[in-house]
């Protein structure tokens, strides 16, 4: 019997540095400040220090990241997002919550990321601002939406919930666009022992917009609510100094991740594809294979003991609460739908565990019809 290889394993990294998570612990907790004091301005600062970018927000989680930077831009009579409907729903949840309407824009058959081609037509004065998810780590082609939008005044919002750390000659993934949002989820490449999120602009107003709606809409002075539409949304100071240390890291996480991609790569047989992840535009957040049948390659590898999993299963437009946001159609988005499937790709796999997948990704062969 063959030891599986987990999907992830966030347990590894957190005892290789045990010591120092139990040092961050203590020391707050003799500090006796807990929230928005030091560690949390820290983190801010080397955040944007790290992203090159002026303002950064720390928040309680990627969605309400999305939450507020659409809150922050919409009108009443500026009130439709435009996303994709094949990246897990976060950016719909946000809009919803937000009191907005959604329309749903095809992805490039080739990156899985939005089609600057299938927005164009999207496009109208109603629009409140065009989501761009960075997909699997990989950058979407921000400059074609941003020159679609541009000229609308449109504002656009990159979500780097899987991105963080990826770039391109354009820049850094989160500073290519008005307003990036974070997630510091625990299997984020950037991941906390618990939730967090964050938002980057380099616009002034939008930071002091968003410093206001993130606790209750107070402006200048505590208890002073000026913006309407403001909450409680806070990164904790236990979280924030977590999350300072692993930044360090990061770089170092994303190669490797990217290096085992090019392992599974060279490794599968012709039968399934892994998509690439071959330079520093994409940080290899996940290991996605496209495949004829994903559920036959899935049992193919659980067999292999492999685990694995479909990111993401279900399109926004094929989601219960959300049937009345699904129009035209999406053809690529669609025909995706049963073909991907995600292997184990995290920094700490061992060489052992990579080959085994590599291994089983060998012997898949197509199901006799
Ligand atoms: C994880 C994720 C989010 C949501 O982040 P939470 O911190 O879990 O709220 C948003 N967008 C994408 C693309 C994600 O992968």
Same mark, same amino acid.
């Given at each position: 019997?063959?030891? $599986?290889?987990?999907?992830?394993?966030?347990?590894?990294?957190?005892?290789?540095?045990?010591?120092?998570?139990?040092?961050?612990?203590?020391?707050?907790?003799?500090?006796?400040?807990?929230?928005?004091? /030091?560690?949390?301005?820290?983190?801010?600062?080397?955040?944007?220090?790290?992203?090159?970018?002026?303002?950064?927000?720390?928040?309680?989680?990627?969605?309400?990241?999305?939450?507020?930077?659409?809150?922050?831009?919409?009108? !009443?009579?500026?009130?439709?997002?435009?996303?994709?409907?094949?990246?897990?729903?976060?950016?719909?949840?946000?809009?919803? %919550?937000?009191?907005? %309407?959604?329309?749903?824009?095809?992805?490039?058959?080739?990156?899985?990321?939005? %089609?600057?081609? %299938?927005?164009?037509?999207?496009?109208?004065?109603?629009?409140?601002?065009?989501?761009?998810?960075?997909?699997?780590?990989?950058?979407?082609?921000?400059?074609?939406?941003?020159?679609?939008?541009?000229?609308?005044? *449109? /504002?656009?919002?990159?979500?780097?919930?899987?991105?963080?750390?990826?770039?391109?000659?354009?820049?850094?993934?989160?500073?290519?666009?008005?307003?990036?949002?974070?997630?510091?989820? @625990?299997?984020?490449?950037?991941?906390?022992?618990?939730?967090?999120?964050? *938002?980057?602009?380099?616009?002034?107003?939008?930071?002091?917009?968003?410093?206001?709606?993130?606790?209750?809409?107070?402006?200048?002075?505590?208890?002073?609510?000026?913006? $309407?539409?403001?909450?409680?949304?806070?990164?904790? $100071?236990?979280?924030?100094?977590?999350?300072?240390?692993?930044?360090?890291?990061?770089?170092?996480?994303?190669?490797?991740?990217?290096? *085992?991609?090019?392992?599974?790569?060279?490794?599968?047989?012709?039968?399934?594809?892994?998509? /690439?992840?071959?330079?520093?535009?994409?940080?290899?957040?996940?290991?996605?294979?496209?495949?004829?049948?994903?559920?036959?390659?899935?049992?193919?590898?659980?067999?292999?003991?492999?685990?694995?999993?479909?990111?993401? !299963?279900?399109?926004?437009?094929?989601?219960?609460?959300?049937?009345?946001?699904?129009?035209? /159609?999406?053809?690529?988005?669609?025909?995706?739908?049963?073909?991907?499937?995600?292997?184990?790709?995290?920094?700490?796999?061992?060489?052992?565990? *990579?080959?085994?997948?590599?291994?089983?990704?060998?012997?898949?062969? $197509? @199901?006799?019809?």
């Amino acid at each position: 019997m063959i030891a $599986e290889v987990p999907f992830n394993d966030l347990k590894r990294v957190a005892d290789a540095q045990s010591a120092e998570l139990r040092g961050i612990f203590d020391g707050i907790r003799a500090s006796g400040w807990f929230v928005q004091g /030091p560690h949390h301005t820290r983190f801010e600062r080397s955040l944007a220090h790290y992203l090159g970018i002026e303002f950064v927000l720390g928040l309680g989680s990627g969605t309400d990241a999305l939450e507020l930077a659409l809150r922050c831009v919409a009108t !009443p009579s500026r009130n439709t997002v435009i996303t994709v409907a094949n990246a897990g729903g976060y950016a719909t949840c946000a809009a919803v %919550s937000a009191g907005l %309407s959604v329309r749903y824009c095809d992805v490039d058959p080739e990156t899985h990321t939005m %089609s600057a081609e %299938s927005l164009a037509p999207l496009l109208d004065d109603g629009v409140a601002a065009v989501v761009v998810t960075h997909l699997y780590g990989r950058l979407g082609d921000v400059r074609g939406v941003n020159a679609l939008c541009a000229p609308r005044a *449109i /504002p656009v919002i990159e979500d780097c919930a899987q991105s963080l750390g990826a770039r391109n000659s354009d820049g850094m993934g989160g500073t290519l666009a008005d307003i990036a949002t974070f997630s510091f989820y @625990p299997t984020k490449n950037l991941g906390a022992l618990g939730d967090g999120g964050a *938002i980057a602009t380099r616009h002034a107003h939008v930071h002091e917009r968003l410093r206001s709606l993130r606790q209750y809409g107070w402006r200048d002075a505590k208890y002073r609510v000026v913006d $309407e539409g403001g909450r409680n949304s806070r990164l904790d $100071e236990l979280q924030a100094a977590i999350l300072d240390l692993r930044l360090g890291l990061l770089d170092d996480g994303n190669r490797r991740r990217r290096e *085992i991609v090019a392992t599974y790569r060279s490794a599968a047989s012709s039968v399934v594809a892994v998509l /690439p992840a071959d330079d520093e535009s994409h940080v290899a957040h996940l290991a996605v294979v496209v495949a004829p049948d994903a559920a036959a390659l899935q049992r193919h590898l659980a067999e292999a003991g492999v685990q694995t999993q479909v990111h993401f !299963p279900v399109p926004d437009t094929g989601q219960p609460a959300w049937a009345r946001f699904a129009s035209g /159609p999406l053809p690529v988005t669609e025909s995706l739908v049963g073909r991907i499937l995600s292997l184990p790709c995290f920094p700490e796999l061992s060489a052992q565990e *990579i080959d085994q997948v590599c291994r089983g990704l060998a012997s898949f062969q $197509e @199901p006799a019809p």
